[in-house]
């Protein structure tokens, strides 16, 4: 399309009225749930909402703190220079989720915990647990830094408001309804943002395909551009976006968000029973993957716009995440208050992220480090530290947002982030509950060895990997003012790229044995660390022993079907009742006992009945 050179197309009184009525409703919703009630005065309610929660605003909740301004944002870049390859990501989240359904998330409801983290300290030891607190604090800081930095970005690429202006706005809108309504403010607000953020994305393709003749033509358009592009099966590893680097590389970020994060599973401990958490992942999972394909075919629509016309070639824009916000504002402009509603949108992505994260970091600490510190402490004066925790944090994200821009794109820079961090912690979760022999050195030096790589090769990758581009050719063909008072540079602009994804420019190669690896995508980073860290815990394990069968503690296994542990090298827990003949002892608080059998009849029954006594058709 036609873009007038050097123009930028800025907010008007309308846009920015709607802009400030979301915030006020963030705050509005927070002021409600700090004053009615219990005014938020327990730690049940402040952390878990006294776990009373319903399938709807849970699973808002959870899209919307998945979905964070970097997503809203990134996903429909990535499609814009890179094609819709991305569309494969919503795969590593289903499988995945599936895992937890079955597995994690009755198991983690089970043994009402608050922290996901507690987990660990149960299964292997506090040395353990301080390696997942710190590294789930450490992904938490850059997080949010990044979805402050993200969101402010858009602010000011749209708008007279400086970066700085945007940050305060955004952080202490945040923090203000998040300390003072707790997690019931978390959720609702959420469920308000997501609504926001759904809108902004199916508008920004119905208005691109109106003004392109219809979504055929805007598919079209997309396929003369080479961005629709969904079966790159290479096996190259070094490639940005393949089927197997989004799929299995990516599987360990997708089982991360299910199994390891602690404030997306402290959604799922809200619920008010096991069946509704388990309902809402699966309306997560559902929900997650409609809504990525609404941000793939949001890009591909964004392209077809500006197919023939760059802003970025222009100048117009001067990072690749700006593209999204810089559409939003050219094509509504004659229409005052929508742009608002739409950016209203990324905001309300990046504040549902914020807030979600601040609480679960309050709740995190305060398990781990507040209670065993302070362990006479009155829980009211407990839920005021956890406010104070929030607070603090929030002044981190604060500092953290003024760094960002000195490190890059969104998108690439969460890869470097979650491999070094979330693999490893992954690991451990896997190796507590599909390996009961694994003991607590055995994980901790998996952990070391998993982080200690996932550092390595992202900061190899960052100084010796090359700077190889995958971004498709780009056009300022139809920019005739431009071409006119520039001469050759739209043709200069152009970039052609003989293979998908590829560049004319070789990577550096920084020596005979770890240059390869350092080239390895970034996308792979996640699953790379996290098997690593299961093959040290395995190996380590076999070599030095691990647990016996009289330090086996059946909770905490995941409840899987006894042919899979037909080579256990000792008698295993089962996922079934007891067989004939074997004594049945009702203070075994086995999670998989529990799905079979009355929790009633188990209170009453005696210990040492026998199984002949066993009624088999008891269920819950």
Request: hydrophobic share 45%; proline share 5%; charged share 15%.
């Amino acid at each position: 399309m036609e873009s007038p050179p050097g123009e930028k197309h800025v907010f008007q009184a309308a846009d920015y009225a709607v802009c400030g009525a979301m915030l006020l409703a963030s705050l509005g919703i927070g002021l409600y749930y700090g004053l009615r009630g219990g005014r938020q005065r327990t730690s049940a309610e402040y952390v878990l909402a006294d776990r009373s929660m319903t399938v709807i605003p849970v699973t808002l909740s959870l899209l919307a703190s998945y979905f964070s301004g970097v997503s809203l944002q990134g996903i429909p870049s990535d499609v814009y220079f890179r094609g819709t390859m991305g569309m494969w990501a919503a795969a590593p989240v289903c499988i995945s989720g599936i895992v937890s359904l079955f597995f994690f998330v009755p198991m983690y409801y089970n043994m009402g915990i608050t922290s996901v983290f507690e987990y660990l300290e149960v299964r292997f030891n506090k040395a353990v647990l301080a390696c997942g607190v710190f590294a789930f604090i450490f992904f938490a800081i850059l997080y949010m830094g990044l979805v402050t930095f993200a969101a402010s970005l858009a602010a000011t690429a749209v708008t007279d408001v400086s970066y700085a202006v945007a940050v305060v706005c955004l952080v202490g809108v945040c923090t203000i309804y998040t300390v003072i309504g707790g997690i019931k403010a978390v959720l609702w607000t959420d469920t308000l943002q997501m609504l926001i953020i759904i809108a902004t994305i199916i508008i920004v393709i119905i208005k691109g395909s109106v003004e392109l003749g219809g979504i055929e033509n805007v598919w079209r358009i997309a396929e003369e551009g080479r961005r629709i592009q969904f079966l790159n099966i290479s096996p190259d590893p070094t490639e940005y976006y393949t089927i197997w680097g989004l799929v299995i590389g990516q599987l360990g970020t997708a089982a991360t968000i299910h199994i390891s994060n602690q404030y997306m599973v402290q959604r799922y401990l809200t619920c008010k029973s096991v069946t509704v958490a388990k309902t809402a992942l699966v309306s997560f999972i559902v929900g997650s993957t409609i809504f990525t394909f609404l941000c793939v075919l949001g890009g591909v629509t964004i392209y077809a716009y500006y197919a023939d016309c760059d802003p970025k070639s222009q100048g117009l824009i001067e990072a690749q995440d700006e593209i999204l916000p810089y559409f939003i504002t050219e094509v509504f402009r004659g229409a005052p208050g929508v742009a608002g509603i739409l950016l209203a949108g990324i905001f309300g992505a990046a504040l549902s992220t914020l807030s979600s994260v601040l609480n679960g970091v309050a709740a995190l600490l305060g398990e781990h480090l507040i209670k065993p510190c302070w362990k006479t402490l009155s829980d009211e004066r407990y839920t005021l530290i956890l406010k104070v925790i929030a607070t603090v944090f929030a002044l981190i994200t604060f500092g953290m947002a003024f760094l960002m821009p000195l490190i890059g794109s969104v998108t690439p820079t969460m890869f470097v982030i979650s491999g070094a961090t979330n693999g490893p912690v992954l690991a451990l979760f896997l190796l507590g509950a599909f390996y009961p022999r694994c003991g607590g050195k055995a994980a901790f030096f998996s952990f070391v060895v998993g982080t200690g790589f996932g550092i390595w090769i992202g900061i190899g990758n960052i100084l010796h990997g090359g700077s190889a581009s995958a971004e498709l050719p780009l056009s300022t063909e139809e920019c005739v003012e431009m071409n006119m008072s520039m001469g050759t540079m739209a043709t200069d602009t152009m970039t052609t790229n003989d293979g998908f994804w590829t560049t004319g420019e070789p990577v550096e190669d920084s020596g005979p044995f770890f240059g390869p690896l350092y080239s390895v995508s970034r996308v792979w980073y996640p699953t790379m660390t996290c098997v690593l860290s299961i093959l040290v815990g395995v190996i380590t394990t076999l070599i030095f022993g691990g647990n016996d069968q009289g330090t086996v503690e059946t909770r905490l296994h995941a409840a899987v079907p006894d042919c899979c542990y037909c080579a256990w090298p000792y008698k295993r827990r089962r996922s079934g009742p007891p067989t004939k003949g074997e004594a049945y002892d009702p203070e075994d608080n086995d999670v998989t006992f529990v799905s079979s059998i009355s929790v009633k009849k188990r209170q009453m029954e005696p210990p040492g009945l026998l199984v002949e006594d066993y009624d088999y058709d008891t269920k819950l």
